[in-house]
């Protein structure tokens, strides 16, 4: 188990370029979720997939945010047309849901921080 | 939607004195709660859950926390502080797979 990865750790760009970010879930995880984290607050909550589905997308921030899991393994988060104020740490987190349970547990990556100059 | 609170945004303690985190939730039914730690510049490292039973968990690093419905109240608890405690401390709730965060308290250790 070699935990949750993110790529690129740290990302400079200037306003106005797109970024792309990369999700590595725990191997047989199903389920895949983003967060945004500004300084001084908690994660707050974009997306998720459930294998290649994204089940919820309606708190992502604004139409210049996406995110795909094609084939239900890796992940990628884009945000088109930076902003200064998309400045922040992207989260992703990963956990194995049962629907006998109803429960999972979710298991966060390092983060990929963002500064938009 | 549900919501969480911690009160506290900075707690500091003296290393080997007892910690206490304050958690509150608002919510119709019980949700799944949770505590998290972030040290700095990292990801968030489970450290208990609750999703049913014993209203009193055991987590990692001698952690623990009692939830107490009547007062929608998660408070993490460790009876002797390390040095290596120092870290920002999350408390979450997860209601109909909606996870909401609190802002967090930030634990400083005196030596």
């Known amino acids: 188990d070699t935990g949750v990865s993110q790529n690129p750790r740290h990302k400079i760009t200037k306003r106005g370029q797109n970024v792309t970010f990369r999700c590595d879930p725990i191997s047989e995880h199903n389920r895949l979720y983003w967060y945004r984290q500004t300084l001084g607050q908690g994660p707050e909550f974009l997306t998720y997939f459930q294998n290649e589905a994204q089940l919820e997308k309606s708190r992502l921030l604004s139409d210049r945010f996406s995110a795909e899991r094609p084939k239900g393994s890796f992940s990628t988060l884009e945000i088109q047309r930076t902003e200064q104020g998309d400045s922040a740490m992207y989260l992703c987190?990963?956990?194995?849901?049962?629907?006998?349970?109803?429960?999972?547990?979710?298991?966060f990556g390092p983060g990929t921080r963002l500064t938009v100059l | 939607a549900q919501s969480v609170t911690q009160p506290d945004i900075h707690i500091t303690v003296s290393e080997g004195a007892s910690l206490e985190l304050r958690c509150n939730y608002s919510y119709g039914a019980t949700p799944y709660l949770f505590w998290y730690v972030q040290s700095p510049g990292q990801g968030l490292q489970l450290l208990l859950k609750?999703?049913?039973?014993?209203?009193l968990v055991q987590g990692i690093k001698g952690f623990e926390a009692e939830f107490k419905r009547s007062q929608s109240s998660f408070n993490l608890r460790k009876p002797s502080v390390h040095w290596s405690d120092a870290a920002e401390y999350f408390c979450a709730v997860d209601a109909n797979n909606d996870m909401r965060f609190g802002a967090g308290t930030r634990l400083t250790v005196k030596p």
């Open positions: 987190a990963s956990s194995r849901w049962e629907r006998e349970s109803s429960t999972d547990t979710q298991y």
């Open positions: 609750y999703f049913s039973g014993d209203t």
